[in-house]
């Protein structure tokens, strides 16, 4: 408004105004005020802003790259560019706010890198670039949509869970994949713990030492994984540290079932419970992650036995993530989630 008072001002004086030099001068300052608005008009709407990816995922304590696309196809230069980003609290490494400028017919790269300590979903931006003729007098803004980052509970070793080959003390659990005799693959030398009944005495002989056949592995049964997040469940003292505990246990532990080839469920049991799967493979784990990252604990305090009842199918193996557990018929494992225990 400013802009078209002054030029009207300086139209009117050099219709009014008898003296030449005076004229000449307002004439001149309206038309650079015209050209400066007409350059503003040009730029503004030629210069785009763009996002790459509208949604990224990352898992808690992982760097990610956010990255923007700022583009100018006018013939003319773009000035000197403002571009501010908002970071929703994350870590960052780079400069979500910085000056740039673009010459004509170019397209630039904005980017820095995020990480987020608590799992959940972080809104940035959005993506504000902002501008001005050579005047001052028009300036404008473009905008980018906002972008969502979505961070994974963090992986860790669970204890319970078998590596490879089988372990020399008692196992907590079995696991669901068992050996195929109908599946021979190798020998390897006798360990600890190895069943007699796998003993070669023809390998034995041969080589010297004791030798037991090795079979492929094969699913015995789908497993659940049932994560309990009823806030009221846990001791008040570090109540919200065990939940996330309990959080980070059960994606943990689907993480690990899906790269073993198992079928897996996923029940989760909070203020909106929810059963998903069966899923198979790390291709399937995305929902999973997703869920128990978004999961929100539920703080009533009485609980409703219905709850409960979000369960899979009883022919699977379950694993119950939380205090106590609330499930019968199952094949059940529990890991739970109270003052001294652990992930690992």
């Known amino acids: 408004m400013g802009a078209v008072i002054a030029a009207a001002v ?64 006018s013939p003319l230069p773009t000035g000197v560019l403002f571009v501010d980003d908002s970071s929703a609290g994350l870590e960052t490494w780079g400069e979500p706010r910085q000056f740039t400028s673009l010459p004509p017919f170019t397209r630039t790269r904005f980017s ?12 940035l931006g959005p993506l504000k670039v902002s501008g001005c003729d050579p005047t001052g007098l028009f300036p404008f ?25 089988v372990p020399s003390g008692e196992r907590p659990w079995d696991p669901a994949l068992t050996d195929d005799v109908s ?35 094969t699913v015995a049964k789908p497993t659940a994984v049932v994560v309990d997040l009823r806030a009221a469940r846990y001791p008040l003292r570090l109540r919200w540290a065990l939940v996330e505990t309990a959080v980070e246990t059960a994606a943990s532990l689907v993480w690990q079932a899906l790269g073993r080839g198992e079928r897996v469920w996923l029940s989760v049991i909070d203020a ?9 493979g790390w291709a399937s784990a ?25 369960l899979p199918p009883r022919s699977v193996r379950l694993l119950w993530v939380g205090p106590d557990v609330e499930a019968e018929g199952y094949d059940i494992t529990h890991f739970p989630v109270e003052e001294g225990y652990g992930l690992s």
Request: proline share 6%.
């Open 286 to 310: 995305r929902p999973f992650l997703e869920r128990l990252a978004l999961a929100a604990p539920d703080k009533q305090d009485k609980q409703d036995a219905s709850a409960a009842a979000v």
């Open 141 to 165: 803004v473009r905008r980018a949509e906002s972008r969502a980052v979505i961070v994974y509970p963090p992986l860790r070793p669970v204890r319970g869970w078998s590596l490879d080959g």
């Open 10 to 73: 300086l139209v009117t004086a050099w219709a009014v105004v008898p003296w030449p030099l005076a004229r000449w001068a307002a004439a001149t300052a309206a038309v650079f005020i015209g050209l400066g608005r007409l350059w503003s008009w040009l730029v503004s709407r030629s210069l785009a802003a763009a996002v790459e990816t509208r949604v990224t995922r990352t898992f808690s304590g992982r760097r990610v790259d956010i990255r923007s696309t700022l583009e100018n196809a």
């Open 272 to 280: 909106r419970p929810e059963l998903m799967g069966p899923g198979v």
């Open 183 to 217: 599946r021979f693959r190798s020998y390897r030398e006798f360990s600890p713990g190895d069943a007699l009944s796998r003993l070669s005495s023809a390998e034995w002989a041969r080589r010297g030492l004791p030798h037991v056949r090795v079979y492929d592995r």
């Open 112 to 123: 820095y890198l995020v990480r987020g300590r608590e799992r959940g979903e972080k809104l």
